[in-house]
């Protein structure tokens, strides 16, 4: 009798770049999870808040140690196998709340080296894209390796509508393409881990 083999669980650490809680970008990492729990057996998305991070200062590592609310941060990245960023696009690029989480993650030791990350965003115009090409070249230092496609880049002012009132993802056709993108973002992982 043979066994099906089981596939590794592969942890996500979800981070949005929106602070605000009905924004469309934290929609998308709500979604990501009803996603992953309905749908996409091995993977687990866990959403980490980075609001009480303080400003990256050095003034702030003691004796080579971090802030309490810097390192419980740096412990949820250190064991993610990939990272999912949910990335507003300010000013043509990635929110200052989102780089600096990244900042902070990258202090040595970099907690974000060779794990596998994908974008997601949501907003006007062009969704929200432009972040995802400045957010790729802050990856290239830290050696966070992105999946290329899809991308996900959703207007969410153009009908019909794609979020609700709360900023919940409410568009099936966006919901499928995120679905997509997780599981690139699954098998991309494995085959980082097997490497």
Known sequence: MEVAAVKPLIKVAALSGSLRKGSYNRGLV????????????????????????????????????????????????????????????YNYSLSAPLKNAIDWASRPPNVW?????????????????????????VGVYIDLHFINKPEVFINAFQPPAKFDSEGNLIDAASKEILKELLLALHAFTLRLKAK
């Open 30 to 89: 709500r979604s990501a999870i009803e996603l992953s729990k309905e749908s996409i057996k091995g993977l687990e998305i866990e959403y980490i808040d980075i609001s009480a991070l303080p400003f990256v200062n050095t003034d702030l590592e003691v004796d080579g140690t971090f802030p309490a609310a810097v390192q419980a941060f740096r412990n949820k990245i250190l064991e993610a196998d990939s990272v999912l960023f949910a990335s507003p696009e």
């Open 113 to 137: 080296a060779d794990k596998a990350a994908a974008i997601v965003s949501a907003g006007g115009g062009f969704g929200g894209g432009r972040s995802h090409y400045h957010l790729r070249q």
